[in-house]
């Protein structure tokens, strides 16, 4: 059996919100590490969702969850980026 086709719908939107986000935090943007540490975190914080076919994610999803779904991804990678920046900062007192 080949599962290839199976993904998390918020993986592709995840990354692109960590990407977008990334200005506003110079210290982590910067170490491609810690983006994807800041992926990891925010991808964790979502709830899994996985289809096989993007068409999938686009016929069953309602406007109102569309907008659920894009304030929750804000709302992870915020979390993240403070998360990331947080636990770096205390790693470099150490």
Known sequence: MDFSSVHNTHEK??????????ARYPG???????????????LNRMPP????????????????ERQAIAR??????DFAYGYVQARHVMAARR
């Open 13 to 22: 939107t995840v990354f692109a919100a960590v990407m977008a986000a990334s």
């Open 28 to 42: 982590v943007a910067d170490d491609p590490e810690l983006l994807a540490d800041v992926a990891c975190v925010a």
């Open 72 to 77: 929750n991804i804000d709302e992870s990678v």
């Open 49 to 64: 969702h996985y289809i096989r076919h993007s068409a999938d994610l686009a016929f069953f999803t309602t406007e109102k």
